[in-house]
């Protein structure tokens, strides 16, 4: 499985952006989802999503702020992001597990097996 995020970027404060995950090969992955890096600091979880059934979970510090969504006829995650704050600034990677993770693993990186490249989001002040 190889996964290709883009739409990172530079925005102000308060701007959206919209970053998407193309999956190719053969994916059965029952999450999909999306996790950060700031420099300095630890890779943290973000958002997840079932591929079936589409049931989500956010991290304290981006709900009501960030949606993830999905379309598995493209084999495609979404996260928009909007109300965008400096401490939003980070690598933004897509990530997808092997189809063994149960729920209240889901949002554990070590649970991902596939991960994309990362795309930049930093967000100005």
């Known amino acids: 499985v190889q996964l290709q995020a883009s739409g990172g970027g530079l925005v102000q404060a308060g701007g959206s952006l919209r970053l998407s995950c193309a999956a190719s090969g053969r994916t059965l992955s029952r999450y999909m989802g999306w996790f950060r890096q700031a420099p300095g600091k630890e890779r943290e979880f973000v958002a997840i999503?079932?591929?079936?059934?589409?049931?989500?979970s956010y991290a304290d510090s981006v709900k009501g702020r960030f949606t993830i969504s999905r379309d598995n006829t493209k084999n495609t995650v979404y996260l928009q992001m909007n109300s965008l704050k400096p401490e939003d600034t980070a690598v933004y990677y897509c990530?997808?597990?092997?189809?063994?993770?149960?729920?209240?693993?889901?949002?554990?990186?070590?649970?991902?097996?596939?991960w994309g490249r990362g795309t930049q989001v930093t967000v100005s002040s």
């Open positions: 999503i079932k591929r079936s059934g589409g049931s989500t």
């Open positions: 990530a997808a597990d092997s189809g063994r993770t149960i729920a209240p693993e889901a949002t554990n990186s070590a649970r991902y097996d596939y």
